[in-house]
């Protein structure tokens, strides 16, 4: 099978090797093809590949190239990890905000929007290319803000694309761990959007065990969302969210803790860093991206934790790995049939109700070799479907004002974001937003 990476000179390119490298499974992948709009990032990442294949009798070939089309002929499977943008463009997607007294940050509030309004252009065009070159591979959408990217990429290519996110997974395996469970038999009753959903039951044999964790304090501990989130308020919510909604239950505290660096900021410095030590030092390339790697995981969500006193990451997080083992799950449960249930982005149906069916929702999945089924969820209570009905407007009207150029819509995408509380601000994101970040002006420029 041959696999294209999009965004393929990106930090975290090599995690997908290395899942790659540890399937021995038949079919595997036998190619990767990196495709990225640097020659120099991609030249870093396949230093990195290489010292990572060496020692493997049989380890996927690995190409690189600049040019889009030629990474998609006869792909399998594409593998969506673009940034619009660069790092620049996150750190101007946080600082526009945080300037107009905001939150900023990568995928929730307005530095989402502006992080979307500039990316679905691109990604729509990437996938009109799958439909032409390859029109039988399965695109897995990592591209934030994923749930977004996702539902503008089915316009084109309807179930043959999933998004895939790392956040409920390990909330799911933190939770039945904390109760000492196996995470592989259990079943997650999760709803809502990328980035912004809530694990509102667990059962295991026939029994919802989540109560049991709720009442429990020492148990709740072990479960990082419960540390930064407050045992207090998960229990008065009589659910666990996913992190990324302590920015919106918590949002002056997100936007007072956010001083000096940003996390953009944080990882440009870092990155910068480490393509730096690739060009000076190929032969420690690998070196250099484990010592990079282990700083970025180190200071994830870094000032949530800080505000709430909720610690260090827990060691078991860190080595448990993310979003590429799900990418290689999800392959493989399409690619070879095997069954698997998985916390996805797909198409609503009615699987949620009081969401649009065309709406792209996180919620869990059936997977295999006929492709992916929505599981049946139960109703998301009130205190959480209005947020949800919220924030998805926005996402919609994004998309709209994306591919539509229209400036007077992405305003109002911003102005409708529960995160920004004024029309005058939402156009003074626009226009702050147009003024730092060139893809995203180049959205609205045309005649």
């Known amino acids: 099978m041959r696999l294209a990476v999009l965004g393929g000179g990106g930090f975290r390119v090599p995690l997908v090797y290395g899942a790659l490298l540890r399937d021995t499974a038949k079919p595997r992948v036998e190619e990767v093809v990196l495709h990225d709009v640097s020659a120099e990032r991609l030249e870093a990442v396949q230093h990195v590949l290489r010292s990572m294949a060496a020692g493997h009798d049989d380890p996927p070939r690995v190409r690189v190239t600049t040019d889009l089309d030629t990474a998609l002929r006869d792909a399998d499977f594409v593998f969506s990890a673009i940034r619009v943008g660069g790092l620049a463009g996150r750190v101007a997607d946080e600082r526009v905000a945080l300037d107009l007294g905001l ?5 929730t509030g307005p530095g989402g929007v502006a992080y979307g309004l500039r990316t679905v252009p691109v990604a729509v065009r990437v996938a009109e290319r799958v439909a032409a070159l390859a029109p039988q591979a399965w695109v897995i959408n990592f591209t934030n803000p994923a749930g977004m990217i996702t539902e503008a990429m089915r316009q084109v290519l309807g179930d043959r694309v999933i998004g895939i996110c790392d956040s409920p997974i390990g909330l799911v395996r933190r939770a039945a761990a904390a109760l000492g469970l196996d995470p592989a038999r259990v079943s997650p009753q999760y709803a809502g959007l990328n980035h912004l959903g809530w694990l509102c039951g667990l059962t295991h044999q026939g029994e919802d065990v989540l109560p049991r964790l709720l009442a429990d304090d020492a148990a709740l501990r072990q479960v990082e969302e419960a540390r930064v989130l407050g045992p207090d308020w998960v229990r008065a919510l009589g659910a666990i969210p996913n992190e990324y909604l302590y920015y919106y239950y918590f949002t002056r505290e997100s936007v007072a803790a956010i001083s000096g660096r940003t996390r953009g900021e944080t990882l440009l410095r870092q990155q910068d860093d480490f393509y730096a030590a690739v060009r000076a030092r190929p032969g ?18 870094a000032e949530a934790r800080d505000v709430t006193a909720a610690g260090e990451r827990d060691a078991a997080d860190l080595e448990a790995g993310g979003y590429e083992g799900i990418a290689l799950a999800l392959m493989a449960a399409l690619a070879r049939g095997e069954p698997s249930t998985m ?15 065309e709406a792209v929702v996180e919620i869990p999945c059936a997977v295999g070799g006929g492709g992916v089924r929505p599981l049946a969820t139960g109703p998301l209570p009130g205190r959480f479907l209005g947020l949800v009905q919220q924030v998805k407007a926005v996402e919609q009207t994004a998309i709209e004002a994306a591919l539509s150029g229209s400036p007077r819509q992405a305003a109002a995408a ?11 601000v939402g156009r003074e994101l626009l226009a702050g937003y147009r003024a730092r970040i060139p893809e995203l002006d180049a959205v609205f420029s045309h005649p």
């Open 103 to 107: 939150l900023g940050q990568e995928t």
């Open 284 to 301: 420690d390339a690998l070196a250099s991206w484990e010592r990079a790697r282990r700083e970025r995981d180190e200071s994830y969500m």
């Open 343 to 357: 916390i996805l982005n797909v198409r609503n149906g009615g699987a949620v109700a009081g969401l649009p069916a």
């Open 414 to 424: 911003f102005a409708l974001h529960p995160l920004v509380d004024s029309v005058t």
